[in-house]
């Protein structure tokens, strides 16, 4: 299999081929990774390369850049795969035309739901669609929230090619009591206080400032030390924004983190505020430490987050976020039971063997159909 992005900077779709990356062996799956942008200093193409994962870089200059249609083909035909698996619409521009090309089936990810773009977006969006629709033999939904939304936005799209695998991810390892003791040490969380994180990319539409605004109007009494585990372009307006509001004291900026499994084992529930999301990764990654999460009702969240296994509040609603969160810091029982909840959600639907075990059914149906 060979899958081709975008680039390798940090993202959901581009985490998920690494985690893909660490799956493959187990499910037979032999795998190559495409960029067509430079790596320049991003971590996933070092994580592939120490995996014995071959990755290469078609190194254009931009989207535009008119190289990249021959590059990318050059490169497919030397790699020869057996399906070329495409990711976001860039990917799915130029891998769907070159694997046609070669005769080589193709199947791409829908990893976004593009529900309000503006002129430019659209056009690029729905060139995105008429290229899946003429090469790709299926497209995958991450969630069902995906697949509703991009059946009824085309109505020209044949819904038998459009399928839904949830993502997965590897289980995490168990957390030793001492990583867990140096995680809450660290933030500084008071020995009966609570430790809740927001794990995700600092850019606009995550919800961070929805959390910010709820921390203030609650009371510096809660007892709970937020963390925001995640860095990106938004990080200096969003360190000022706390401050303004008066809540640095109790929010921690934990910059960019290779040791998420520890702050999660480290939490007593997650807050993922988001205003869209396909599939949250991040709560995903809650579920599997058994932790249970208050999160927006939006995208592909509640297909994660139920109400066995966490608290869903109206997008952007600061005071439904609180509401929220002081429900769930009230009552250590239900935390508990939660988890457990969240925990089984996850060994049954999002298991990176049963994300494994469904795609390999699908590349085996697509290879035998030609």
Known sequence: MCHVIHDLGPGG???LIVDLARLAPEGGIDLSVVSLMPFGDHRYPRVL?????????????SRYDP?????????LAGLDPDIVHTHLKHADLLGGQAAADLGIPQVSSLHVIEDAPGPVARLKRDAGMRTRE????RTIAVSDAVRAWYLDTFANVDPRRVVVIHNGIPAPPEIPEPRIAAARAEF?????GLLVPLVAIMRPGKGHEDLLEAVSLMTAESGITFVFAGSG???????????RVGVEDRVRFAGYRTDVPEILAASDFVVHPT?????PTAVVQAAAASVPAVATEVGGVPEVVTPDTGILVPVGDPAALVDGIIAMAADGDRRDWMGKRAKERFDEMFDGRVWLRRLRELYDE???QG
């Open 67 to 75: 190289r990249g249609a021959s590059r990318l083909t050059a490169t």
């Open 188 to 192: 500084d969380v008071e020995p009966h």
């Open 366 to 368: 697509v290879v035998a």
């Open 13 to 15: 779709a581009e985490k």
């Open 233 to 243: 372009p938004e990080e200096g307006r969003l360190r000022q924004l706390a401050a």
């Open 49 to 61: 390369d120490s995996l014995g994962i071959p990755v290469r870089s078609l190194e254009l200059r």
């Open 275 to 279: 205003h869209a999301d396909a599939l």
């Open 134 to 137: 003429r090469t790709a033999a």
